[in-house]
Protein backbone atom coordinates (compact mmCIF):
# COMPACT_ATOMS: atom_id res chain seq x y z
CA UNK A 1 0.00 0.00 0.00
CA UNK A 2 1.82 3.55 -1.22
CA UNK A 3 0.73 6.57 0.26
CA UNK A 4 2.06 9.90 0.03
CA UNK A 5 1.32 10.86 3.83
CA UNK A 6 4.73 11.09 5.42
CA UNK A 7 3.37 9.74 8.53
CA UNK A 8 2.00 6.49 6.71
CA UNK A 9 5.68 6.67 5.04
CA UNK A 10 7.59 6.50 8.36
CA UNK A 11 5.02 3.78 10.28
CA UNK A 12 5.66 1.58 7.23
CA UNK A 13 9.17 2.10 7.88
CA UNK A 14 9.22 1.47 11.49
CA UNK A 15 6.67 -1.69 11.09
CA UNK A 16 9.89 -3.16 8.63
CA UNK A 17 12.60 -2.23 11.39
CA UNK A 18 9.85 -4.06 13.98
CA UNK A 19 9.33 -7.12 11.72
CA UNK A 20 12.81 -7.56 10.40
CA UNK A 21 14.65 -6.82 13.59
CA UNK A 22 13.03 -7.42 16.94
CA UNK A 23 10.34 -9.85 16.03
CA UNK A 24 9.54 -12.70 18.45
CA UNK A 25 11.86 -15.50 18.55
CA UNK A 26 11.46 -18.82 17.37
CA UNK A 27 9.92 -21.56 18.96
CA UNK A 28 8.76 -18.94 21.72
CA UNK A 29 5.14 -19.38 21.43
CA UNK A 30 6.11 -23.85 21.63
CA UNK A 31 8.40 -23.33 25.31
CA UNK A 32 5.05 -21.36 26.46
CA UNK A 33 2.85 -23.54 25.84
CA UNK A 34 5.00 -26.40 27.29
CA UNK A 35 5.13 -23.68 30.07
CA UNK A 36 1.50 -24.31 30.76
CA UNK A 37 0.81 -27.48 30.03
CA UNK A 38 0.42 -28.87 33.93
CA UNK A 39 -1.16 -31.81 35.09
CA UNK A 40 -4.26 -31.15 37.03
CA UNK A 41 -4.18 -27.27 36.96
CA UNK A 42 -7.30 -27.03 38.38
CA UNK A 43 -6.47 -28.58 41.85
CA UNK A 44 -3.58 -26.10 41.85
CA UNK A 45 -2.87 -22.91 44.01
CA UNK A 46 -0.43 -21.98 41.29
CA UNK A 47 2.85 -19.10 41.95
CA UNK A 48 5.20 -18.17 39.51
CA UNK A 49 8.52 -18.25 40.15
CA UNK A 50 11.11 -15.87 38.97
CA UNK A 51 14.46 -16.22 37.93
CA UNK A 52 16.60 -14.40 39.53
CA UNK A 53 19.62 -13.19 37.91
CA UNK A 54 19.15 -12.60 34.20
CA UNK A 55 22.89 -12.52 33.24
CA UNK A 56 23.52 -16.24 34.68
CA UNK A 57 20.73 -17.27 32.89
CA UNK A 58 21.73 -15.73 29.71
CA UNK A 59 25.02 -17.73 30.43
CA UNK A 60 22.99 -21.06 30.93
CA UNK A 61 20.90 -20.38 27.68
CA UNK A 62 24.10 -20.61 25.90
CA UNK A 63 24.33 -23.77 26.61
CA UNK A 64 26.68 -23.60 29.44
CA UNK A 65 25.65 -25.73 33.13
CA UNK A 66 25.90 -23.47 35.99
CA UNK A 67 24.08 -22.32 38.64
CA UNK A 68 20.17 -20.40 38.36
CA UNK A 69 18.40 -18.89 41.05
CA UNK A 70 14.63 -18.46 41.23
CA UNK A 71 12.78 -16.95 43.76
CA UNK A 72 9.26 -16.34 44.33
CA UNK A 73 7.79 -15.05 48.01
CA UNK A 74 9.68 -16.26 50.51
CA UNK A 75 10.74 -19.45 48.60
CA UNK A 76 14.17 -19.37 47.23
CA UNK A 77 15.25 -22.25 44.92
CA UNK A 78 19.15 -22.57 44.03
CA UNK A 79 19.70 -25.12 41.57
CA UNK A 80 22.88 -26.88 39.96
CA UNK A 81 22.88 -28.29 36.45
CA UNK A 82 26.02 -30.49 35.95
CA UNK A 83 26.53 -32.40 32.37
CA UNK A 84 26.69 -36.03 33.04
CA UNK A 85 27.35 -37.45 29.31
CA UNK A 86 23.93 -36.90 27.31
CA UNK A 87 22.33 -36.23 30.57
CA UNK A 88 22.86 -34.14 33.65
CA UNK A 89 22.89 -33.96 36.99
CA UNK A 90 20.44 -31.51 39.05
CA UNK A 91 21.45 -30.35 42.64
CA UNK A 92 19.02 -28.03 44.37
CA UNK A 93 18.78 -26.06 47.58
CA UNK A 94 15.27 -24.71 49.11
CA UNK A 95 14.88 -21.86 51.23
CA UNK A 96 13.26 -22.20 53.78
CA UNK A 97 13.91 -25.67 54.21
CA UNK A 98 11.46 -27.91 54.22
CA UNK A 99 10.25 -31.66 52.55
CA UNK A 100 8.73 -29.84 49.53
CA UNK A 101 8.19 -32.33 46.34
CA UNK A 102 10.15 -31.27 43.24
CA UNK A 103 9.50 -31.76 39.78
CA UNK A 104 11.58 -31.41 36.94
CA UNK A 105 9.38 -31.34 33.33
CA UNK A 106 11.21 -31.73 29.99
CA UNK A 107 9.68 -31.16 26.87
CA UNK A 108 9.75 -34.33 25.17
CA UNK A 109 10.78 -36.47 28.44
CA UNK A 110 8.22 -36.30 30.60
CA UNK A 111 9.52 -35.21 34.42
CA UNK A 112 11.37 -36.67 37.06
CA UNK A 113 10.18 -36.02 40.51
CA UNK A 114 11.84 -36.07 44.11
CA UNK A 115 11.52 -34.81 47.60
CA UNK A 116 14.14 -32.42 49.27
CA UNK A 117 15.53 -33.91 52.33
CA UNK A 118 14.98 -31.49 55.97
CA UNK A 119 17.53 -29.23 55.10
CA UNK A 120 15.93 -28.59 51.55
CA UNK A 121 18.48 -30.21 49.71
CA UNK A 122 17.70 -32.19 46.70
CA UNK A 123 19.22 -34.15 43.89
CA UNK A 124 18.12 -35.58 40.47
CA UNK A 125 20.60 -37.47 38.07
CA UNK A 126 20.34 -38.70 34.40
CA UNK A 127 17.57 -35.67 33.28
CA UNK A 128 17.15 -35.21 29.78
CA UNK A 129 18.67 -31.87 27.96
CA UNK A 130 16.05 -29.91 26.70
CA UNK A 131 13.15 -26.78 27.48
CA UNK A 132 12.95 -27.49 31.31
CA UNK A 133 10.69 -26.45 34.06
CA UNK A 134 10.69 -26.72 37.49
CA UNK A 135 7.65 -27.53 40.02
CA UNK A 136 8.02 -27.22 43.81
CA UNK A 137 5.05 -28.80 45.46
CA UNK A 138 5.43 -26.83 49.41
CA UNK A 139 5.46 -29.17 51.73
CA UNK A 140 4.86 -31.83 49.19
CA UNK A 141 1.10 -30.76 48.69
CA UNK A 142 -0.31 -30.18 45.63
CA UNK A 143 -2.85 -27.34 46.86
CA UNK A 144 0.52 -24.91 47.16
CA UNK A 145 2.79 -25.44 43.52
CA UNK A 146 5.67 -23.21 42.52
CA UNK A 147 6.36 -23.08 38.72
CA UNK A 148 8.97 -21.35 37.08
CA UNK A 149 9.19 -20.35 33.39
CA UNK A 150 11.52 -22.19 31.10
CA UNK A 151 14.69 -22.58 30.38
CA UNK A 152 16.93 -24.48 27.86
CA UNK A 153 18.87 -27.01 29.75
CA UNK B 1 -11.14 -30.75 29.37
CA UNK B 2 -11.21 -34.20 28.67
CA UNK B 3 -9.43 -35.02 24.68
CA UNK B 4 -13.38 -36.36 24.26
CA UNK B 5 -15.08 -33.09 24.35
CA UNK B 6 -12.21 -31.51 22.22
CA UNK B 7 -12.69 -33.67 19.43
CA UNK B 8 -15.37 -33.51 17.18
CA UNK B 9 -17.50 -30.81 17.52
CA UNK B 10 -17.48 -27.36 15.86
CA UNK B 11 -14.97 -24.65 17.96
CA UNK B 12 -17.25 -21.61 19.05
CA UNK B 13 -13.79 -19.39 17.79
CA UNK B 14 -14.01 -21.00 14.62
CA UNK B 15 -15.03 -18.54 11.85
CA UNK B 16 -14.37 -15.78 14.51
CA UNK B 17 -11.69 -12.51 13.74
CA UNK B 18 -9.81 -10.41 16.35
CA UNK B 19 -11.65 -9.77 19.88
CA UNK B 20 -14.31 -11.73 19.31
CA UNK B 21 -12.44 -14.64 18.60
CA UNK B 22 -9.84 -13.92 21.89
CA UNK B 23 -13.14 -13.55 24.04
CA UNK B 24 -14.36 -17.21 22.62
CA UNK B 25 -11.44 -18.41 23.19
CA UNK B 26 -10.80 -17.00 26.97
CA UNK B 27 -14.25 -18.28 27.58
CA UNK B 28 -13.31 -21.89 26.36
CA UNK B 29 -10.55 -21.94 27.97
CA UNK B 30 -12.63 -21.00 31.41
CA UNK B 31 -14.39 -23.45 31.06
CA UNK B 32 -11.02 -26.16 30.80
CA UNK B 33 -10.03 -26.35 27.35
CA UNK B 34 -6.77 -26.18 26.88
CA UNK B 35 -6.82 -25.96 23.05
CA UNK B 36 -8.68 -22.47 23.35
CA UNK B 37 -5.56 -21.67 25.85
CA UNK B 38 -3.02 -22.61 23.36
CA UNK B 39 -4.79 -20.72 20.51
CA UNK B 40 -4.26 -17.31 23.05
CA UNK B 41 -1.05 -17.70 23.53
CA UNK B 42 -0.02 -18.62 19.89
CA UNK B 43 -2.06 -15.75 18.81
CA UNK B 44 -1.71 -12.68 21.64
CA UNK B 45 2.27 -13.87 22.80
CA UNK B 46 3.27 -11.13 19.74
CA UNK B 47 1.34 -8.53 21.41
CA UNK B 48 2.94 -9.37 25.01
CA UNK B 49 6.62 -9.33 23.29
CA UNK B 50 6.25 -6.07 22.30
CA UNK B 51 5.11 -4.12 25.05
CA UNK B 52 8.13 -6.17 26.96
CA UNK B 53 10.03 -5.27 24.60
CA UNK B 54 8.65 -1.52 24.80
CA UNK B 55 9.46 -1.41 28.24
CA UNK B 56 12.98 -1.75 28.78
CA UNK B 57 13.79 -5.54 28.93
CA UNK B 58 16.49 -7.13 26.68
CA UNK B 59 15.12 -9.81 24.18
CA UNK B 60 16.12 -12.94 26.46
CA UNK B 61 14.33 -11.05 29.91
CA UNK B 62 11.26 -10.40 27.58
CA UNK B 63 11.02 -14.57 26.65
CA UNK B 64 10.94 -15.07 30.54
CA UNK B 65 7.98 -12.45 30.95
CA UNK B 66 6.32 -14.06 28.24
CA UNK B 67 5.77 -17.22 29.79
CA UNK B 68 5.44 -15.46 33.36
CA UNK B 69 2.29 -13.27 32.04
CA UNK B 70 0.38 -16.26 30.80
CA UNK B 71 1.32 -18.53 33.57
CA UNK B 72 -0.02 -15.86 35.82
CA UNK B 73 -3.20 -15.29 33.07
CA UNK B 74 -3.19 -19.50 33.93
CA UNK B 75 -3.60 -18.73 37.60
CA UNK B 76 -5.89 -15.98 37.40
CA UNK B 77 -8.57 -17.51 34.51
CA UNK B 78 -11.26 -17.76 36.88
CA UNK B 79 -11.03 -14.02 37.97
CA UNK B 80 -10.81 -12.20 34.89
CA UNK B 81 -14.81 -11.86 34.49
CA UNK B 82 -14.34 -9.77 31.72
CA UNK B 83 -12.97 -11.97 28.41
CA UNK B 84 -13.12 -8.66 25.81
CA UNK B 85 -10.98 -7.13 28.30
CA UNK B 86 -8.22 -9.66 27.32
CA UNK B 87 -5.28 -7.52 25.68
CA UNK B 88 -5.67 -4.78 28.05
CA UNK B 89 -4.98 -7.21 30.93
CA UNK B 90 -2.30 -8.71 29.07
CA UNK B 91 -0.78 -5.28 27.94
CA UNK B 92 -1.16 -4.18 32.00
CA UNK B 93 0.40 -7.50 33.23
CA UNK B 94 3.10 -7.65 31.29
CA UNK B 95 4.21 -3.70 31.84
CA UNK B 96 4.02 -4.63 35.59
CA UNK B 97 6.57 -7.41 35.36
CA UNK B 98 8.77 -6.13 32.97
CA UNK B 99 9.14 -2.94 35.48
CA UNK B 100 9.51 -5.56 38.48
CA UNK B 101 12.48 -7.41 36.22
CA UNK B 102 14.03 -4.02 35.15
CA UNK B 103 14.52 -2.95 38.21
CA UNK B 104 15.69 -5.90 39.67
CA UNK B 105 18.06 -6.36 37.13
CA UNK B 106 19.65 -3.13 37.29
CA UNK B 107 19.54 -2.79 41.15
CA UNK B 108 17.74 0.72 41.09
CA UNK B 109 15.20 2.09 43.49
CA UNK B 110 11.92 1.78 42.71
CA UNK B 111 10.86 3.99 40.08
CA UNK B 112 7.17 5.84 39.61
CA UNK B 113 5.48 4.94 36.60
CA UNK B 114 4.90 8.58 35.59
CA UNK B 115 8.69 8.50 35.61
CA UNK B 116 9.84 5.55 33.83
CA UNK B 117 7.57 6.88 31.02
CA UNK B 118 9.87 9.49 30.52
CA UNK B 119 12.67 7.04 30.50
CA UNK B 120 14.04 6.06 27.04
CA UNK B 121 14.65 2.39 27.09
CA UNK B 122 18.57 1.29 27.57
CA UNK B 123 18.45 -1.79 25.35
CA UNK B 124 19.43 -0.14 21.99
CA UNK B 125 18.89 -3.19 19.49
CA UNK B 126 18.93 -7.17 19.65
CA UNK B 127 22.31 -8.42 19.13
CA UNK B 128 22.47 -10.08 15.63
CA UNK B 129 20.85 -7.54 13.35
CA UNK B 130 20.97 -6.74 10.15
CA UNK B 131 20.24 -3.32 8.93
CA UNK B 132 19.80 -2.73 5.40
CA UNK B 133 21.98 0.76 5.46
CA UNK B 134 22.89 3.88 7.50
CA UNK B 135 19.28 4.95 7.14
CA UNK B 136 18.04 2.03 8.77
CA UNK B 137 20.35 2.40 11.69
CA UNK B 138 19.58 6.04 12.48
CA UNK B 139 16.16 5.37 12.52
CA UNK B 140 16.02 2.14 14.70
CA UNK B 141 18.39 3.86 17.33
CA UNK B 142 16.32 6.82 17.07
CA UNK B 143 13.06 4.76 18.01
CA UNK B 144 15.02 3.24 20.97
CA UNK B 145 15.22 6.91 21.95
CA UNK B 146 11.65 7.43 22.24
CA UNK B 147 9.74 7.07 25.18
CA UNK B 148 8.50 3.86 26.20
CA UNK B 149 5.13 4.57 25.60
CA UNK B 150 5.68 6.06 22.48
CA UNK B 151 7.72 3.11 21.53
CA UNK B 152 4.90 0.81 23.10
CA UNK B 153 2.14 2.30 21.22
CA UNK B 154 4.08 2.48 17.68
CA UNK B 155 4.51 -1.13 17.92
CA UNK B 156 0.80 -2.35 19.00
CA UNK B 157 0.22 -0.03 15.86
CA UNK B 158 2.42 -2.38 13.65
CA UNK B 159 0.85 -5.60 15.14
CA UNK B 160 -2.76 -4.39 14.59
CA UNK B 161 -2.69 -2.94 11.36
CA UNK B 162 -2.63 0.48 10.80
CA UNK B 163 -6.41 1.22 10.91
CA UNK B 164 -6.97 -0.84 13.91
CA UNK B 165 -6.88 1.97 16.13
CA UNK B 166 -10.04 0.92 18.43
CA UNK B 167 -8.36 -2.06 19.01
CA UNK B 168 -5.05 -0.71 19.87
CA UNK B 169 -6.82 2.04 21.67
CA UNK B 170 -9.05 -0.43 23.73
CA UNK B 171 -6.28 -2.06 24.60
CA UNK B 172 -3.84 0.91 25.80
CA UNK B 173 -6.69 2.15 28.09
CA UNK B 174 -6.75 5.42 25.42
CA UNK B 175 -9.81 7.20 24.86
CA UNK B 176 -10.50 6.15 20.66
CA UNK B 177 -9.93 9.60 19.71
CA UNK B 178 -6.43 10.49 21.22
CA UNK B 179 -4.75 7.40 19.80
CA UNK B 180 -4.48 9.31 16.22
CA UNK B 181 -3.12 12.34 17.43
CA UNK B 182 -0.88 10.63 20.46
CA UNK B 183 0.66 8.54 17.45
CA UNK B 184 1.09 11.68 15.38
CA UNK B 185 3.25 12.71 18.28
CA UNK B 186 5.39 9.97 18.54
CA UNK B 187 6.09 10.05 14.71
CA UNK B 188 6.68 13.73 15.41
CA UNK B 189 9.43 12.83 18.06
CA UNK B 190 10.97 10.01 16.14
CA UNK B 191 11.13 12.11 13.15
CA UNK B 192 13.26 15.08 14.93
CA UNK B 193 15.28 12.24 16.69
CA UNK B 194 16.44 10.75 13.20
CA UNK B 195 16.78 13.82 11.62
CA UNK B 196 19.17 14.91 14.92
CA UNK B 197 21.22 11.93 14.39
CA UNK B 198 21.69 11.67 10.95
CA UNK B 199 23.27 15.56 11.74
CA UNK B 200 21.39 16.99 8.63
Known amino acids: ?153 | MTELQTASVAKPWEGLEGRDRHAACMIAAQAGDRSAFDILVAELSPLVWHVARSNGLDRTSAEDVVQTVWLALLRHLDRLSEPRALAGWLITTTRREAQRVSHRGAGQVELSSEVAEQLPTTDPSPEHEVLRDERDRQLWSAFHNLTQRCQELLRLTVLAGRAEYRAVAEALHMPHGSIGPTRGRCLNNLRALYHGDSGS
Open chain 1, 1 to 153: MRTNHPDEELMTQVARLVNELDPMPAGLVERTQFAVAIDDIDDIDLEVARWADNRTLAGVRGGLPGTITFFVGDLTVMVNVTRTGERQRIDGWLVPAGAHGVEVRVADHGSSTTTADEGGRFVLTEVPRGTTQLLVRMHAEQSRTVVTPTVDL
